[in-house]
C-alpha cells in the first residue's frame, strides 16, 4: 500500500468507524478483540484500530445504546466482554450503509465517466 | 503471564471512575491486551518482543484516557451493594437515598399508607403551625412593635375601659414612660358627594396616632397638633383601600374635599392600604380633638374609645405601669368627682389582639403534636413488621462486610425519605386545610388575615418531618440491624422475634393512650359546646335580626326631627309582611355593644361621685323590643308606645337588678336618679336577664345589672347622637334572611339617603360569642377523630401482623384441639390487654394534661368522669373491633395448611 492510500485510509477509517463496528457485530455478538482482528484480516491489514481508540469506540456506540456489551464466560476461557447489536443499532446500521452505498455508487459514476472520458 | 492490569489502571487514574467501572475496562482491556501477546508469542516471536509490541496498543500514556474520559464520565455508578462502606461519605449518601427510593417503589402499599399518614401528622401540624406563626409568633406589622402598649382605664366593674378624653389628655401630658400616647375612637360616617353615597368606616384619632404606630403615609401628612383642636378646620386622612375604590388612587387627592355626614373635610394625607388595626383598615380618619360634644368633654363621661402608647426605648411595662399608677393617683386626687377610684391597665398590643386566643392555640398545638406522635409510632409499627420480612437481606448485608452504623444510616436514610415523602404532601394538606379552617370560621381567630405559609413554616415543616423520620426509624433501625446473624440464616426468616412483638406492642399502647388524651380533650369540648348551647341567653335569637341604618342628617338635626324619622321607620318596618315586631336602639344589643350608666335610687344616700355610684347596662328600647329580642317579663309591664318624649321617664329592670339593689322589697314604682341622662325614672316592670357577656362568660367580673330605658325618652344631648345613625332589631315569621330584602327596598323607599348595614341574625351573633371555643372544639374533634382510625389502623396492623407470624402456632393448636373460640380469645385477648395498657396510660396522662384546657371549659370538670369513662369504652371496643378481621382469619386457620410445610 503506497503512502497515499495509507494516510486517505486514516481518513476514511474516522468516518466508518462506526459502520465497520456495527457491521461485524451484525451476525452474532463478538468480543473488542475479535472485532480488531477481523477489522484488520478483512481490510487486508489498510484498516487497524488500536486498544486506546477501539475500546472508547466501543463505549461510545454503547452509550448510545446501538450496541449491548454483556460479560460471558465460556467453559475454560477467561471471561470476555461481548458487544451485540440493539435493535437501534440495526436500524442506524441499515441507514449508515445506504448512506455508504449511496456514496460509493456516487463517487463510482464520478470516477468511472472520469475515467471514460480520458479513454475516449 | 505479563501483569497488563496495573499499566492499564495507572492510565485510567485521571479518569476517577467509579471503581467498580474501573476494573471492568481494565479488566477487559487486559483481555485484549493479553490476547494480543498470545497471539504474537504463537506468530514466533520473544517474550519480550511480545510485551512490547501488545503494550504499544495503548499508544502512549494518555489517548486510552482521553478516549474514554467523554463516553463514561456520569455514565456508570457503582452497583450499590448497601451497608457496604466505600468511595467518600456523600456518595455513598447519594447511594443510601437511590437505595431508599428503589425499596419504597419495591413495596407501593407500604410506602403510600406510611406517607399518607405521616402526610395527614405533618400536615396537621403545619397547618396549625402556620396559625400560631401568623398570630402569635409574627411580630406585628409595626416598627418595633414590642414597644406597643394598650392603655386602659380600670375602674370597680370594668377592668379595662376607656378613659374620658380629658382623662386621656392628662395621661399624655404627665407620662414620662410613653413617647407618645393616642386616642382612637370608632366613628362611621356617611360619605356623599362624590357618586354613590356610602357608609364608610372610620376613625377619629389623635394627631399622633399614626406617629405612635409608626406609620407613615404615602401622600401628604398625618394630622398636627393644630388640627386636633375644636374649631380648627375640617381635615381627614383617607385609607388607602378607600383612596384606590372611590378616587382611583388619584395622587392629587391632597387638597380636595369630601363630604362626611354633611361637613365638608379638606383630604391632607393618604395611608398605606397595607394598614391595619385591630385586624382592620379604615377608610377615613378624622381628629378627634375638633369633636365639639359637650359630654365628650365631661370628665365622668366615658365614650367607647381605645387608646395606643409606644413605649419609650429602653423603657419596660411594668415601669410603664408604676408611672401610670402614679398619674391616676393624682387624677383622683385631683378630680375625685370622677376618677375616684379609677387607675390604669397595661397590657401589650400584641398580647391585647391575641391574648385570648393563646390558650386555644397551645392546646390545640399540644393535640397536633399528639397526633404527629401517633402517626409517627404506626409507620414505626409498619417498619418494624416490613423489617422482619427483610432480615434475611439485612443479614447478607452484615455477612458481606456491612458495618453495624452502616445499616441503620441505610435505614435511617429510608425513614427520613418517608418523612420527606410525607411531608411534602402534608404541606399541600395544610396549604388545603388552613384555608378551609380559616374560611370556614374567620371570626375566631383576630389576625387570621396574617397567616400564611411562610419560611419559618416551611423550616417548621422540615424539621418535623426530619425529627419524625427520625423518631419512628429509630427504635425499628436499631432493633433490625441488631439481628442474629446466623439464626436468620439458618431459619430462613422466621426468626425469634419477641422482642420485637413487645416493642410493637409498646407502641400500639402508646398510640392508644395518645389518642385517649385527643379523644379526652375533644369529648370535653363538645360537652362544652353543648352546655353552652343549652344556657338561657335570657333572649330568643332565632328569627331575630339585628342590623344597623345611618340617617342622613345635618349639625342641625333637632331630636323632634330624629324621632319623627325613627317613628316613621318602625312603621314602613311593621308594613313589610313577615316582620312582627321592630324596635331601635342606640348601641346596646345583647352581646354586642355595652353601654353603662351610674345612678342613685332615689330615698337613699347620693354617692359623692360618679365612681362611687352603682354601674347598671342599659339598652335603649321601643315597645316592640321586648317581642323583637325575645325578652322574658317577670313583673309589671315593659315600654309602652305612650312612654314618649311628653310623659315621665319609666324604666323596667332586670331581675338580678331587682335582687341587687331591693333584694327584699317590691321594685316597681321605685324611682332612681340616672347620673349621665341626668333623668328621675320610674321602675315599672322587671324583666329576665339577659347573657350580655356570653353564655360562658364569667359573670362575677363584670357589670351585671341591666335596664331599659324607652328611646323616645332619650335626654336632648343623647338623642343627638342617634341623628346620624341607629342601631335595629327585628323579628321575623319565618327565615329571617327571606326579610333583609324588603327591608332594605323600604329603607329606601323612605329615603334614599338612608342605609343598612352590618346585618346579622342573633344566631349569629350568638354562635360568634363562642367562635374561638367552636373553633377550638373542631379542630380537636378532626384531631381526635384522626387519632382514633390511626390508632385502629396501628391496632388492626399489629395484629393481622400477629396472626400472619403464629398461623404456624395457631395451626398446631388447633391439631391439638383448640375450638374456634379458644383463638378467638387468644386473638382478641393481646389486642385488648395492648388497648387496656393504652386507656390506663392515656387517662393518667389525661388528667394531668385537661388541666390546661380548663379555662374553656364551660359546664363539665376537666376530670368529667363521664367523659373519661365513654372516651376509655369508645377507644376498647374500637380497638377490639380492629382485632376483629385478623381475629376470624385466625379463626379459620385451616391446620393441615399451616403445617403442611414442615
Redesign the interface.
Known amino acids: 500500500m503506497d503512502r497515499t492510500a495509507s494516510a486517505l485510509a486514516v481518513e476514511w477509517k474516522k468516518g466508518s468507524a462506526e459502520l465497520l463496528i456495527l457491521s461485524l457485530v451484525e451476525t452474532r455478538p463478538r468480543h473488542g478483540y475479535e472485532i480488531s482482528k477481523l477489522i484488520e484480516q478483512r481490510s487486508g491489514g489498510a484498516v487497524r484500530f488500536h486498544v486506546a481508540s477501539l475500546y472508547p469506540l466501543l463505549y461510545r456506540l454503547e452509550r448510545r445504546g446501538w450496541l449491548h456489551g454483556r460479560w460471558v464466560e465460556k467453559s475454560g476461557q477467561r471471561r470476555r466482554r461481548y458487544y451485540r447489536l440493539t435493535p437501534q443499532g440495526r436500524r442506524i446500521l441499515a441507514s449508515q450503509l445506504r448512506g455508504w452505498r449511496q456514496f460509493v455508487h456516487g463517487i463510482n459514476r464520478i470516477t468511472r465517466r472520469t475515467t471514460e472520458t480520458e479513454n475516449a | 503471564m505479563p501483569e497488563w492490569k496495573p499499566e492499564i489502571l495507572r492510565r485510567l487514574v485521571p479518569l476517577k471512575l467509579a471503581p467498580a467501572r474501573e476494573a ?2 481494565a ?3 487486559a ?3 493479553e ?2 501477546y498470545q497471539e504474537l508469542l504463537s506468530s514466533g516471536q520473544t517474550e519480550n518482543d511480545s510485551f512490547r509490541t501488545a503494550l ?5 500514556e494518555d ?2 484516557a482521553r ?2 474520559k ?3 464520565r456520569n ?1 456508570y455508578s457503582e452497583p450499590i451493594v448497601p451497608g457496604k462502606d466505600g468511595g467518600n461519605f456523600l456518595s455513598s449518601i447519594g447511594q443510601d437515598i437511590r437505595y431508599a427510593f428503589r425499596m419504597l417503589a419495591k413495596s407501593p402499599a407500604f410506602a403510600a399508607i406510611a406517607i399518607l399518614t405521616l402526610a395527614l401528622g405533618i400536615g396537621a401540624n403545619t397547618a396549625l403551625f402556620s396559625v400560631v406563626n401568623g398570630v402569635l409568633l409574627n411580630p406585628l406589622p409595626y416598627p418595633h412593635p414590642s414597644q406597643l402598649v394598650a392603655l386602659y382605664g380600670k375602674a370597680p366593674g370594668y377592668d379595662q375601659a376607656p378613659v374620658s378624653y380629658p382623662n386621656f389628655l392628662d395621661w399624655q401630658r404627665d407620662t414620662h414612660s410613653f413617647s407618645s400616647i393616642a386616642l382612637y375612637h370608632n366613628e362611621d360616617y356617611n360619605f356623599t358627594g362624590t357618586g354613590e353615597a356610602e357608609r364608610v368606616s372610620g376613625y377619629m384619632i389623635s394627631a399622633d396616632f399614626f406617629e405612635t404606630l409608626g406609620v407613615k403615609p404615602i401622600l401628604g401628612r398625618t394630622f398636627r397638633a393644630d388640627d386636633d383642636q375644636v374649631g380648627a378646620a375640617p381635615v381627614a386622612i383617607l385609607g388607602g383601600g378607600f383612596w384606590g375604590r372611590r378616587f382611583g388612587s388619584s395622587p392629587d387627592i391632597i387638597g380636595k374635599s369630601i363630604n362626611l355626614n354633611g361637613t365638608s373635610y379638606t383630604i391632607v394625607g393618604v395611608i398605606p392600604s397595607s394598614f391595619s388595626f385591630y385586624g382592620h383598615d379604615r377608610d377615613v380618619y378624622t381628629p378627634i380633638g375638633q369633636w365639639n360634644d359637650p359630654s365628650f368633654r365631661d370628665r365622668g363621661i366615658v365614650f367607647s374609645s381605645g387608646m395606643v402608647g409606644r413605649l419609650k426605648a429602653g423603657m419596660t411595662l411594668s415601669q410603664a405601669k408604676a408611672d401610670m399608677e402614679g398619674i391616676t393617683r393624682n387624677l383622683a386626687s385631683a378630680y375625685p368627682e370622677a376618677d375616684k377610684g379609677m387607675s390604669a391597665a397595661l397590657v401589650s398590643m400584641k398580647e391585647d389582639i391575641v391574648g385570648n386566643v393563646q390558650p386555644f392555640l397551645l392546646v390545640l398545638l399540644v393535640a397536633v403534636g399528639f397526633l404527629l406522635l401517633i402517626a409517627c409510632a404506626n409507620v414505626a409499627n409498619l417498619l418494624l413488621a416490613r423489617s422482619m420480612g427483610r432480615s434475611r437481606e439485612f443479614a447478607i448485608r452484615a455477612a458481606l462486610g456491612a458495618s453495624h452504623r452502616r445499616v441503620i444510616r441505610q435505614l435511617l436514610t429510608e425513614s427520613i425519605l418517608l418523612a420527606g415523602l410525607g411531608g411534602a404532601l402534608g404541606l399541600l394538606f395544610a396549604f388545603w386545610g388552613t384555608k378551609a379552617v380559616l374560611g370556614t370560621l374567620p371570626d375566631a381567630l383576630p389576625r387570621a388575615s396574617e397567616v400564611s405559609l411562610d419560611f419559618r413554616v416551611l423550616l417548621f415543616t422540615l424539621s418535623v418531618s426530619l425529627f419524625a423520620g427520625i423518631l419512628f426509624g429509630l427504635a425499628p433501625a436499631l432493633k433490625t440491624s441488631r439481628v442474629n446473624l446466623q439464626e436468620i440464616l439458618k431459619e430462613g426468616g422466621r426468626g425469634s422475634s419477641g422482642a420485637r412483638h413487645r416493642l410493637q406492642g409498646i407502641f400500639v399502647a402508646v398510640e392508644v393512650a395518645m389518642a385517649l388524651v385527643l379523644l379526652v380533650g375533644a369529648g370535653l369540648m363538645i360537652r362544652s359546646l353543648a352546655a353552652l348551647w343549652r344556657v338561657n341567653p335570657g333572649f330568643n335569637p332565632s328569627h331575630a335580626i339585628t342590623f344597623s341604618l345611618s340617617l342622613p342628617a345635618s349639625p342641625t338635626t333637632s331630636s323632634a326631627e330624629t324621632r319623627a324619622r325613627l317613628r316613621a321607620f318602625d312603621d314602613k318596618m311593621l308594613s313589610i309582611p313577615g316582620v312582627e315586631a321592630v324596635s331601635v336602639t342606640l348601641g346596646s344589643r345583647p352581646m354586642q355593644h355595652s353601654s353603662s350608666e351610674a345612678f342613685w335610687i332615689e330615698g337613699r344616700p347620693k354617692p359623692a361621685n360618679l365612681n362611687e355610684m352603682n354601674q347598671a347596662m342599659f339598652y335603649l328600647a321601643e315597645s316592640g323590643f321586648e317581642r323583637a329580642m325575645g325578652i322574658t317579663l317577670k313583673r309589671g309591664r315593659f315600654i309602652s308606645p305612650q312612654d314618649d318624649e311628653h310623659s315621665p321617664v319609666v324604666i323596667v329592670i332586670d331581675d338580678v337588678f331587682a335582687r341587687t339593689y331591693f333584694p327584699h322589697e317590691n321594685p316597681i314604682g321605685k324611682r332612681i336618679h340616672l347620673a349621665t341622662f341626668n333623668v328621675q325614672a320610674e321602675i315599672v316592670g322587671v324583666a329576665g336577664h339577659v347573657k350580655q357577656w356570653g353564655l360562658g362568660a364569667d359573670e362575677k367580673s363584670a357589670i351585671e345589672a341591666q335596664f331599659y330605658y324607652p328611646f323616645m325618652q332619650l335626654p336632648d344631648h343623647i338623642m343627638r347622637l342617634a341623628a346620624t345613625g341607629v342601631a335595629v332589631v327585628l323579628r321575623t315569621k319565618g327565615d329571617p334572611a327571606a326579610v333583609t330584602g324588603p327591608v332594605r327596598k323600604a329603607v329606601e323607599e323612605i329615603d334614599p339617603r338612608e342605609v343598612i348595614y352590618n346585618v346579622q341574625t342573633m344566631d349569629e351573633v350568638v354562635s360568634n360569642s363562642f367562635a374561638a371555643r367552636r373553633f377550638s372544639m373542631i379542630l380537636l374533634s378532626v384531631f381526635a377523630a384522626l387519632a382514633l382510625v390511626l390508632a385502629c389502623v396501628g391496632i388492626y396492623g399489629v395484629i393481622s401482623y400477629l396472626v400472619g407470624q403464629r398461623t404456624h402456632e395457631i395451626g398446631v393448636r388447633v391439631a391439638l384441639g383448640a375450638q374456634r373460640g379458644d383463638i378467638l380469645q387468644l386473638v382478641l385477648g393481646h389486642g385488648a390487654k395492648m388497648a387496656f395498657a393504652g386507656v390506663v396510660i392515656g387517662a393518667a396522662a389525661a388528667l394531668g394534661l385537661t388541666r390546661l384546657m380548663a379555662s374553656q371549659l364551660f359546664g363539665v370538670t376537666a376530670h368529667d368522669p363521664l367523659t373519661f369513662a365513654g372516651v376509655a369504652a369508645l377507644l376498647m371496643l374500637v380497638a377490639i373491633a380492629a382485632c376483629y378481621i385478623p381475629a376470624r382469619r385466625a379463626m379459620r386457620v385451616d391446620p393441615m395448611v399451616a403445617l403442611r410445610y414442615e
Do not use: K
Open positions: 471492568e475496562i479488566e477487559e482491556v483481555q485484549h491486551l490476547d494480543r504499544e496498543e495503548l499508544q502512549g489517548l486510552l478516549g474514554i467523554p463516553v463514561v455514565l
